[in-house]
């Protein structure tokens, strides 16, 4: 699977967007983007994915340029329950060997 | 929908025993669930994949006879730490995905292990 490189930290204004943005320049055609996010000492909770389209969902949205080598999520109004790790990992779908491979993620912090 | 349960959310054992975390799946059918361990500070690391009725695979480095997985049906995944030492305490999270239908992998809380 495609690696991700994304910043490693990152602070937002309490009611701003907050974008987060995320390189895969390896990555695949038949490979998706996916984001999670992980608050402390929870299991990582699923937020949004995509191919080449960008998606919305009601939790963010999903920006992938049209090479495909990178995307940004964007936190239409961030909370400070937003605060979290953020992961973007690139998979394939639909097969036997449907593995994700959480990187160090980027820690998001939301400021009041 | 999609909730993934672990049980249970902490536990505290002595070194030499064996302890048995359990995966499930609460209102989907899960084809597939996996293992992450996770110690402090670092990423998930996937230690298995477990199809229903099969055995599991297991990821370079981690040993089959000491991370028991079993996935005997298609709501509930089990594993055991055998014979736990204190570098076995971590933070393990399950994560569970019904193939074919949207693929998606939703985690559990993750079980928090501490080996005394």
Sequence with gaps: ?112 | GAVVSQHPSWVICKSGTSVKIECRSLDFQATTMFWYRQFPKQSLMLMATSNEGSKATYEQGVEKDKFLINHASLTLSTLTVTSAHPEDSSFYICSASQQGVNNEQFFGPGTRLTVL
């Design chain 1, 1 to 112: 699977d495609a690696k991700t490189t994304q910043p490693t930290s990152m602070d937002c204004a309490e009611g701003r967007a907050a974008n987060l943005p995320c390189n895969h320049s390896t990555i695949s055609g038949n490979e998706y983007v996916y984001w999670y996010r992980q608050i402390h000492s929870q299991g990582p909770q699923y937020i949004i994915h995509g191919l080449k389209n960008n998606e919305t969902n009601e939790m963010a949205s999903l920006i992938i340029t049209e090479d495909r080598k990178s995307s940004t999520l964007i936190l239409p109004h961030a909370t400070l329950r937003d605060t979290a790790v953020y992961y973007c990992i690139v998979a394939r779908r639909r097969s036997n060997d449907y593995k994700l491979s959480f990187g160090a993620g980027t820690t998001v912090t939301v400021r009041a």
